[in-house]
């Protein structure tokens, strides 16, 4: 069964602490892996897309990679207002339709 | 470029009503997919449209419906509420197969 898990649940930080959100995925094939960042009330906001292993896409103090079974979104000396719940979407090849995750919730305290 | 819009931001619903949810997409973009988002359930998908034509559908009731217009623009209609139907509906659009989902700041309903 095609399955998406994002670890950890919530993640509070110091502002300017680096960290690492997970995302591991099951499916039979990869067509592209979506970072989202949402914020309370609000709609997923489009971070990235990352289609094949060993790929790396970089946004501001964000960088996300890709493996073959997991990707990673780093976060670099994160402020404040990189506080959001951070959703990863899976499209596999078995499926139209996007697998999510649950999200991260992020806190960056000053 | 334009977002995607979705109205009314807000909806406060009596159990039993009707309702129905408007979205226009992207300028360009063929593809509408609409979600359920509830803090137990997370992202749930409901339906996806492209050029008028439901293209996937997720397991939701028969309550659940949508439809796609000639310009793009989609509605959903939830018929007979529950209130359990008290959810942020989300709606996103699409350029192509497999490019990323724009999502609106969605329509808070409420049921009571």
């Known amino acids: 069964e095609d399955q998406v898990t994002q670890s950890p649940e919530a993640l509070r930080l110091q502002e300017g602490e680096s960290s690492s959100l997970n995302c591991s995925y099951t499916v039979s094939g990869l067509r592209g892996l979506f970072w989202y960042r949402q914020d309370p009330g609000k709609g997923p906001e489009f971070l990235f897309t990352?289609?094949?292993?060993?790929e790396e896409k970089e946004k501001e103090r964000l960088k996300a990679t890709l493996t073959k079974k997991e990707s990673f979104l780093h976060i670099t000396a994160p402020k404040p207002e990189d506080s959001a719940t951070y959703l990863c979407a899976v499209h596999p090849d078995s499926n139209y339709q996007l697998i999510w995750g649950a999200g991260t919730k992020l806190i960056i305290k000053p | 470029k334009a977002g995607v819009t979705q109205t009314p931001r807000y909806l406060i619903k009596t159990r039993g009503q009707q309702v129905t949810l408007s979205c226009s997409p992207i300028?360009?973009?063929?593809?509408v997919s609409w979600y359920q988002q509830t803090p137990g359930q997370g992202l749930q998908f409901l339906f996806e449209y492209f050029s008028e034509t439901q293209r996937n559908k997720g397991n939701f009731p028969g309550r659940f419906s949508g439809r796609q217009f000639s310009n793009s623009r989609s509605e959903m209609n939830v018929s007979t509420l529950e209130l359990g139907d008290s959810a942020l509906y989300l709606c996103?659009?699409?350029?192509?197969?497999?490019?990323?989902?724009?999502f609106g700041n969605g329509t808070r309903l409420t049921v009571t």
């Open positions: 300028s360009g973009h063929r593809s």
């Open positions: 990352l289609y094949s292993a060993g």
């Open positions: 996103a659009s699409s350029f192509q197969d497999n490019s990323p989902l724009h």
